[in-house]
């Protein structure tokens, strides 16, 4: 993996793609080069036949998708998806999915549901100050629901179920919950899937690992790119990054390998793994990092600071990318990295509020010394999208790419079956389609808060 030039010999910096299974982070205050860097690094990896799996917070890596004209490309697929939107491919999660659950050993389902529990508090509770309650309750209900196999296909059907009575599950759910707390929490679900909250697990084909690794082009080496800025809040962001990183955790356990066979790359990851505040997708973090490299996926983390990640993720990563860093706070929490792997610490903690943009020192432990490095400049293009700008990328032919009007009019608002009360003073829908479907527009915009 030719990744730059080193800067004392000038020679060619080539990092061995079997380091990748030690985990690598980038970091670097804002400006330094770190997100061209990354790039540098996915791209090496599609190149060396590593699918790449990229979640762009912000729109910084999305640009990737576009095609270049540059023969070593040619091999190189890529798709943008897009959560919750049509701008590029749709994709969507479904609640629960029983294969998955049923794979697992009891230790690992019992773990697998307390952590979907805790993601769905953080997604239609955030703020409560009854989340164990909550959780308890959930816990309770996920249980039961893959005990007894109850068919749930959409979220809506898990909604229904939290408002049906069993004699055997009340017994258990009334010694952890109060009636109108959990009324509320039924509440609030409801208000979830009337705004556009409802598209993240409705609109598109449904998030599969397999889908985002395989090529639909033979021989091709397969980038996705799931840009979340369409989401509406950090919560939902949070979730979607939950269950998708137990969907590589499950996917890795069923496919074992010794060689690198997944490259899992996240930009401006800090929101998502902080020092002490618990997140819904922070336990899978600690997981795959933790078993990752026994299975053949491998992390590349991105971030500004060093003291906004939790020192436990940091200590599962062996490459370390050191961009310009200036306050002594970010200084001492690379020192032990440094000191770890050379005894050249207080020469490169000097360097570092002097580099220059593109310029890192690479700390390995699988090498023999540190290497201070200037990144090579990327083959694909480096902008910053929004979702207009997705529209433009050309995904894959045999990818379906789009949702038709009557599709996205098939996600209804409210359940034809079983009509729900609103607390909102309700609207008729017009007679023509295309009103119907400008009106419905408009209600995916709105952002209810909880």
């Given amino acids: ?17 079997n380091n990748l299974l030690r985990h690598s982070v980038m970091l670097g205050n804002s400006g330094c080069g770190k997100t061209v860097a ?11 036949g590593i699918p790449v799996i990229a979640v762009d917070p912000q729109g910084d890596i999305s640009s990737m998708g576009f095609q270049v004209d540059n023969d070593k490309w040619s091999s190189v697929e890529s798709v943008v998806w897009t959560p919750a939107s049509n701008a590029g491919v749709p994709v969507c999660l479904d609640p629960l999915i029983y294969s ?60 229904s179920f939290l408002e049906e009575t069993n004699p055997v599950l009340e017994e258990h759910v009334s010694k952890v919950i109060t009636s109108s707390l959990r009324a509320d929490i039924i509440k609030k679900f409801h208000i979830m899937l009337t705004g556009s ?16 690794i395989t090529p639909c082009e033979p021989g091709k080496t397969r980038l996705s790119v799931l840009y979340l800025n369409g989401l509406q809040s950090e919560e939902e962001k949070a979730f979607f990054i939950n269950r998708l990183l137990y969907k590589i955790y499950n996917w890795m356990l069923k496919n ?19 020092p002490v505040r618990i997140t819904a997708c922070k336990r899978y973090f600690d997981l795959l990092l933790r078993q990752g490299r026994k299975y053949g996926v491998c992390a590349l983390l991105s971030t500004q600071n060093p003291g906004d990640i939790d020192y436990k993720v940091l200590s599962q990563v062996s490459n370390w990318f050191l961009g310009k860093l200036i306050t002594s706070q970010d200084l001492k929490k690379v020192e032990n990295a440094i000191r770890s792997n050379t005894s050249r610490v207080d020469a490169i903690i000097t360097s570092l509020p002097r580099l220059q943009p593109g310029y890192f020192h690479c700390i390995s432990s699988s090498a023999q010394k540190p290497e201070l490095i200037k990144f ?10 929004c979702e207009t700008d997705i529209q433009e990328i050309q995904p894959p032919a045999g990818l379906k790419t789009a949702i038709s ?43 209810v808060s909880i």
């Fill in 1 to 17: 993996m030719l990744l730059g030039k080193t800067v004392h010999h000038d020679e060619d910096f080539i990092f061995p793609k």
């Fill in 38 to 48: 990354s790039k540098v690094i996915v791209e090496e990896a599609l190149l060396s």
């Fill in 100 to 159: 998955e659950l049923q794979n697992l050993t009891p230790e690992d389902q019992c773990k697998a549901i307390s952590a979907m529990s805790k993601s769905l508090v953080e997604l239609v509770s955030p703020k409560s100050k009854r989340k164990d309650d909550v959780e308890a309750y959930l816990d309770l209900c996920l249980q039961w629901i893959v005990g007894n196999r109850v068919s749930i296909t959409r979220m809506e059907d898990f909604v």
């Fill in 197 to 212: 909250s409802k598209l993240l697990f409705s609109y598109g084909r449904a998030l599969s690992i397999d889908d985002l």
């Fill in 256 to 274: 074992p390998a010794t060689e690198p066979q997944l490259l899992f790359y996240m930009d401006e990851v800090a929101p998502y793994i902080p």
């Fill in 376 to 385: 090579r400049m990327c083959y694909t293009r480096h902008e910053t999208l």
């Fill in 405 to 447: 009007k009557q599709d996205l009019f098939d996600i209804p608002l409210f359940s034809e079956e079983k009509p729900r009360r609103s607390c909102y003073r309700s609207k008729k829908l017009p007679h023509s389609f295309e009103a119907q479907l400008e009106q419905v527009f408009e209600g995916i915009k709105l952002k």
